[in-house]
């Protein structure tokens, strides 16, 4: 109960102080200043607001979660993460700022002259933004359920409430400040209970490895209470004993094999059993720590989670907003940088905590719910008020995490749907379209909430990557792209994504192509830039007129004066530029 009331006390605090800051930031703000930073903001403050935004719930609960199921194969996420912000400054910042373009429809419309083409890059970002919250959201529920005891479905509406009052107060006027705060309350949040834990375990004289080729064992004895339906797979017998909701009360000795537990069951393992893990999980330590043990369908899915990360980065709504505060293309390229060193400091972290964990929370294999790992290792380790004080702590740095995220993708697809007439023309206010930008995801996250945290943001990374990336990249580096070219690109990749992800429920996780159906970024992402390159060549007559001279606009250094500082709504209209 202590534990409770200390992360019940980290989460208040933190969104005290995130509208606290928000408010007094944003007394100096004015109202043009609501979607986007209207005076140049220095580098390293644009970058520290950029990683704050980014490091989501799949950054500070998720990676933790994979690497405690998955082993070091799960480490490409963290690498794929960080990477994207490469792609993105070699490829993509620096012309995308000097095109004076602020949003993904911004450049398309620019680029292409086609309000068609606009409307469609508008209903992508909203799709893309909904995919994204879904698993903020999930985290949400996940976090307030496992340190504070709310039901799952509590804990997201409780946080969809506070995202949906900090957007739309004001209070994210100051959003650079708000950003970058956080992004140092996570840093704070994941290092200093990662160093003491970390000593903990140094002094401890712990009696398990890593390395040894068996399976996991509980320390103490240990009660497991599971939540949904799972099918466990022993590889050492184990004595445990269950309750009635389990099919058999009472003690039970399981030999190694699979077995069915039905969701409400209760299983209690004496210390020093082995560790029944879910389906799905690498069972024994050894094979935990050596990479690629699925052989060819585990080498496809990391092949398709770099990808998708790598080029789902450029493409995702809320990224390439930030670089706008920046005065100039070289500016923006920096900042990237800036970012690149921001994130990999983070993610050092994550991997510290996924590898105590398997040590200390092992009835997390049993659940599934490795997602929860970060959360409850600090009161595993140590069960006295310093262990209560760094669940604080960690708890307060994970609602950061889904409440900056959250708050930067409901703020930039509000402004996206009442900026032009997606669903009800110019009459759709900044508040309605708040209201829906977080209604659908909570519905989504309500009905979904079995999958991994990183898994799910990896969907949104798959869009993102198979949707905006060919146009941003053909768009910024080959002058023959489109209207035409970029509009059927965008059409089949996110349909091909869509499909392989409801095909994904249907199919199970394993083989060639239930990995490729989970994660589908190696098929989509190739199949978009052929399906793009091909029709603008086919339709190469249709090149926007004047697209030389914005080619020039958009890679001439800064020196000679062609940024455009004025968003796109405010340049003078080119002949043929609201053609159909």
Known sequence: MLANLWSLGGVALIVVATLGIGLWGSRSARTTDFSAARKPVREERNAAAISGEYLSAASFLGVAGLIVKDGVDAL????????????????????????????????????????????????????IGWLYLVPQLQAAGMTLAA?????????????????????????????????????????FAITLPAFALLVVFLVSGQRQALDEPTTPFFQQDTAVRVETDVTLRVGEPVWLTSSE???????????????????GSELRFPAGAAVPVVTGSVPDNASWLRPEQEGLPGVLETYSVLIAT?????????????????????????TALYVLGMLGAFYLFPTIFGLLSRLYVPQLLVTGRTDAAVLLLPNAMLGTWVGG???????????????????????????????????????????????????????LALAVHDDDIAHSVGLAFAMAASTFCPVLILGIWWRGLTAAGAACGMLTGGSLVLVAALASRFVGPHGVWGELLGQPALITVPLAFAVTYLVSVATRSRVPGGVSRLMLRLHAPDRLGFVDSRPVAEQTPRQGRHER
């Open 76 to 127: 490409w996420y963290p690498i794929g993460f960080a990477a994207g912000y490469l792609a993105l400054m070699l490829f993509v910042v620096a012309p995308m700022r000097r095109s004076g373009a602020y949003t993904m429809p911004d450049f398309v419309e620019a680029r292409l002259n086609s309000l068609n083409l606009r409307s469609l890059s508008t209903v992508v970002v909203v799709v």
């Open 147 to 187: 340190v504070i005891g709310f039901r799952y479905e509590a804990g997201i509406l409780v946080v969809a409430l506070i995202v949906h009052i900090s957007v739309v107060s004001g209070a994210l006027r100051a959003v650079t400040l708000v950003q970058a705060f956080q992004y140092w309350v996570k840093l």
């Open 245 to 263: 909701e389990a099919g058999q009360e009472g003690a039970v000795y399981l030999q190694p094999g699979e077995y069915p537990v039905r969701a």
């Open 310 to 334: 790598f080029l789902g980065t450029m493409g995702l709504p809320h990224v390439l907003a930030r670089f706008y505060a920046n005065p100039s293309g070289s500016g923006a390229r920096r």
């Open 389 to 443: 004080v760094l669940a604080a702590i960690t708890a307060a740095g994970a609602f950061a995490a889904f409440l900056s995220t959250s708050s930067g993708l409901v703020m930039s697809l509000a402004g996206v749907l009442s900026s032009r007439d997606v669903l009800w023309g110019r009459s759709m206010r900044f508040r309605a379209a708040a209201v829906l930008s977080c209604a659908v995801p909570v519905v």
